[in-house]
C-alpha cells in the first residue's frame, strides 16, 4: 500500500509505503457505523433530569367536581395528562448512555477509516509538521500555502507551539495518535499523517 508524500505547498512529491494492515483493510459500513455511535454516546453527560407527579410543583385540591361538568374525573393537576403536570417515565440524572466496543472490534473498524480515506484520497502523508513560534497567522499560512482549509493532522507529537497556533483554527484539529477518533476521521475532508505517526498508528492498530 503507498500513500502520497505532500510537500510544503500540498503536492504530492512522491509516494510512501503504508502497512496494509492498517491502511489496506476492506470497508465495513456495519462495523465504523456502530464505533462512531459507541464514540458518541460515551461523550454523553446524561445530566438531563426530569420530575415525575410527586415533584412537581402543585396543589393537592381537586381542580373541579367529580360529576356534572362533562369533563373526566381528576383529583389533582399533577397528573401526567394534565399540562405542567409529572412524567409518567422521567429522565433521571444517573441515566447511562454507554455503549461497549471490544479492543479488537475498534483497532478493526479504526484501520477500515483510515483504508477507506486512502482509497478515496482523503489521506496524504507529510515528513513531519512544526511551527517555530506559537503563531495561528504562520500556521494559518502554512495550511494556505497547502491549499487545505478543512483538515485534520495527526502528528508524531504536539509541542505547546503547535497546540497554541492551531486551536483559534476554525475547521483545523491537530492530534497526536493516541487522541484520534472516528467521529473526526469521517467528518473532516483531508487527514494528513506524518510519518512518524503512521508507525504509532501501526502500532495501535495493526
Same mark, same amino acid.
Given at each position: 500500500?503507498?500513500?502520497?508524500?505532500l510537500n510544503?505547498?500540498?503536492?504530492?512529491?512522491?509516494?510512501?509505503?503504508?502497512?496494509e494492515?492498517?491502511?489496506?483493510?476492506?470497508?465495513?459500513?456495519?462495523?465504523?457505523?456502530?464505533?462512531?455511535?459507541?464514540?458518541?454516546? =460515551?461523550?454523553?453527560q $446524561? %445530566?438531563?433530569?426530569?420530575?415525575?407527579?410527586?415533584q412537581?410543583?402543585?396543589? %393537592?385540591?381537586?381542580?373541579?367536581?367529580?360529576? $356534572? %361538568?362533562?369533563?373526566?374525573?381528576a383529583g389533582?393537576? #399533577?397528573?401526567?395528562?394534565? &399540562?405542567?403536570?409529572g412524567?409518567?417515565?422521567?429522565?433521571?440524572?444517573?441515566?447511562?448512555?454507554?455503549?461497549?466496543?471490544?479492543?479488537?472490534m475498534? &483497532?478493526? $473498524?479504526?484501520?477500515?477509516?483510515f483504508?477507506?480515506l486512502?482509497?478515496?484520497?482523503r489521506?496524504?502523508v507529510?515528513d513531519?509538521?512544526?511551527?517555530?513560534?506559537?503563531?495561528?497567522k504562520?500556521?494559518?499560512?502554512?495550511?494556505?500555502a497547502? #491549499?487545505?482549509d =478543512?483538515?485534520?493532522?495527526?502528528a508524531?507529537?504536539?509541542?505547546?507551539n503547535?497546540?497554541?497556533a492551531s486551536? =483559534?483554527?476554525? =475547521?483545523?484539529?491537530?492530534?497526536e495518535?493516541?487522541?484520534?477518533?472516528?467521529?473526526?476521521?469521517?467528518?473532516?475532508?483531508k487527514?494528513?499523517? %506524518?510519518? $512518524?505517526?503512521?508507525?504509532?498508528?501501526?502500532?495501535m492498530?495493526?
Amino acid at each position: 500500500m503507498q500513500l502520497e508524500l505532500l510537500n510544503d505547498q500540498g503536492q504530492a512529491a512522491s509516494k510512501v509505503d503504508a502497512p496494509e494492515t492498517v491502511f489496506g483493510r476492506e470497508y465495513n459500513e456495519a462495523l465504523i457505523h456502530q464505533i462512531v455511535v459507541a464514540y458518541q454516546a =460515551n461523550a454523553r453527560q $446524561g %445530566t438531563r433530569a426530569q420530575k415525575d407527579r410527586e415533584q412537581v410543583h402543585h396543589s %393537592t385540591k381537586k381542580p373541579f367536581k367529580q360529576k $356534572g %361538568t362533562g369533563r373526566a374525573r381528576a383529583g389533582m393537576t #399533577s397528573s401526567p395528562l394534565w &399540562r405542567g403536570g409529572g412524567r409518567i417515565f422521567p429522565n433521571m440524572p444517573d441515566e447511562n448512555f454507554t455503549q461497549k466496543i471490544n479492543k479488537k472490534m475498534y &483497532r478493526a $473498524g479504526m484501520a477500515s477509516i483510515f483504508s477507506q480515506l486512502a482509497r478515496e484520497g482523503r489521506l496524504a502523508v507529510v515528513d513531519s509538521f512544526k511551527v517555530e513560534t506559537p503563531k495561528t497567522k504562520q500556521l494559518a499560512a502554512k495550511f494556505k500555502a497547502m #491549499s487545505l482549509d =478543512n483538515v485534520l493532522v495527526i502528528a508524531d507529537e504536539v509541542d505547546e507551539n503547535l497546540y497554541l497556533a492551531s486551536r =483559534n483554527l476554525i =475547521n483545523i484539529l491537530i492530534v497526536e495518535p493516541r487522541y484520534a477518533d472516528p467521529v473526526s476521521l469521517v467528518n473532516f475532508k483531508k487527514v494528513l499523517v %506524518t510519518k $512518524g505517526a503512521m508507525d504509532k498508528l501501526k502500532e495501535m492498530f495493526a
